[in-house]
């Protein structure tokens, strides 16, 4: 029985750990400007996004090649 018990609050733990991860929004956008703290891009799909909502940003890193001589 406490087998059944462990198994059956895993699964919701995954469940909910996979449908949270599913309400988040994927926005790809381009910075315009930085000054100071406040930077202006412009986004695709920006309607996803609302005045207040808290998102992640990350940057791009360029693929850089290997130098030799």
């Not at 381009?30 to 940003?57: I, P, Y």
């Amino acid at each position: 029985m406490k087998k059944g018990i462990v198994s059956l609050a895993m699964a919701m733990v995954f469940a909910l750990s996979v449908a949270a991860t599913g309400m988040a929004a994927t926005v790809k956008c381009v910075v315009d400007t930085v000054e100071g703290d406040k930077v202006t891009m412009t986004c695709k799909k920006a309607s996803k996004l609302e005045a207040g909502d808290k998102v992640k940003v990350r940057q791009v890193k360029a693929a850089g090649g290997v130098e030799g001589c």
